[in-house]
């Protein structure tokens, strides 16, 4: 009896290894995913902010992943762009060596989706084949990929809607893209971070902290989605100023379009005024879920994701304000993009300490 319950226990400890080791591998590899999108969102932005998204005005998932190769297909490209309403408004008598620069920004965005997509899909191939992946797992990733699909759908989305009437794309189709962009990163990183031995909660920890966890995510991403409105219309070079804006703290022409609510997604001072508000009531909220955290838990597994959140947070302010007021230099702007990512991570790390580790049975 004692031999054959040894060797269930036995075989129990080396099924469990196994299953952490898979756990480890599948782990490591979305954050790599993870990592290539954060480096996507700073390539997008600066892709935004040199005005090189409308270059390549053609979308080929497989054929277009070849730059042009001769001076002839360099200059069948120019001709393209020539075509659109961004060159004959803004760009007009623009060089080839100027336009190889906007090109290549555009082009490495597109290049650099296609290797996240490889990025996701061979590993996950492989993994499957070899078994490593839990059966609750498998529908979760494939509708990761699926994301990320949809992703280069609203991608081309997007592009599309500068390539007529406008000289630049909507903003509220950047704004869904970029949204969409962090949204995946979340959604792998939730996975990723539940995928790791943890410490769990206590009850008192997930009642008393999961809501306020969940509504803090609901106003980074809300942040997020202003972020982009404000790319979208470049809001951040106007009102260079802090903390007074247009030389008040609340401006008086924030309602001057009709129908009022339009104000909040086409009005460059209203969208502005959005972000920096939305950016106090995250100071806010982060102190106070600082303080209920302390409260309620006090333990270093709930504290530590806390104070990076805080932290983070801080620091994304910073930058922020750096941005506007040295009027939207390249190098800040991207750091400020980026380092939402990290903002983000935190966000989910929070309630991931909250939720614990995916059940092992």
Same mark, same amino acid.
């Given at each position: ?63 277009? +992943?070849?730059?042009?190769?001769? /001076? ?42 296609? %290797?996240? =997509? ?16 839990? !059966? ?28 007529? /009437? ?32 943890? /410490? ?42 802090? !903390? ?38 995250? %100071? ?17 597994? +709930? ?10 947070? =801080?620091?994304?302010?910073?930058? =922020? ?41």
């Amino acid at each position: 009896m004692t031999s054959t319950s040894e060797h269930t226990s036995a075989v129990a400890g080396s099924e469990d290894s196994k299953l952490q080791h898979n756990r480890t591998l599948v782990r490591w590899w979305l954050y790599f995913v993870c990592a290539l999108i954060l480096v996507m969102v700073v390539v997008g932005g600066a892709t935004r902010l040199t005005e090189s998204g409308l270059s390549i005005t053609e979308w080929k998932p497989i054929h277009g +992943v070849i730059p042009p190769l001769s /001076e002839a297909q360099w200059q069948e490209e120019l001709e393209k762009y020539r075509q659109i309403p961004e060159y004959q408004l803004i760009n007009k008598g623009m060089s080839l060596d100027e336009f190889k620069f906007i090109f290549w920004w555009e082009w490495g965005h597109r290049l650099l989706g296609r %290797v996240i =997509g490889i990025a996701f899909f061979v590993p996950m191939v492989v993994f499957w084949a070899q078994g490593r992946l839990e !059966p609750w797992l498998k529908p979760r990733l494939v509708f990761g990929l699926f994301l990320g699909g949809l992703q280069g759908a609203v991608g081309w989305w997007m592009v599309a809607s500068g390539l007529v /009437e406008r000289t630049d794309v909507s903003q509220y189709r950047l704004a869904t893209h970029l949204t969409l962009a962090f949204f995946i990163f979340a959604y792998l990183f939730w996975i990723a971070r539940r995928l790791a031995p943890r /410490e769990a909660a206590t009850h008192e920890e997930q009642a008393g902290l999961t809501t306020l966890g969940w509504v803090f995510l609901g106003l980074v991403f809300l942040q997020l989605f202003l972020g982009g409105l404000v790319a979208g219309l470049n809001a951040g070079f106007t009102f260079n100023t802090w !903390p007074l804006m247009d030389g008040q703290i609340i401006p008086d022409r924030l309602l001057v379009m009709d129908p009022w609510w339009i104000n909040m997604f086409e009005n460059v001072m209203m969208v502005q005024f959005q972000h920096r508000m939305v950016a106090y009531l995250l %100071v806010a909220a982060v102190a106070y879920l600082a303080w209920r955290s302390m409260k309620v838990s006090g333990r270093a597994h +709930v504290m530590r994701p806390t104070w990076h959140l805080a932290g983070f947070i =801080g620091l994304q302010v910073v930058f =922020g304000i750096l941005t506007l007021i040295w009027n939207v230099p390249l190098s800040i702007a991207l750091v400020h993009q980026g380092f939402a990512v990290f903002v983000l991570a935190a966000s989910i790390d929070y309630l991931v300490a909250l939720k614990g580790s995916y059940p092992t049975r």
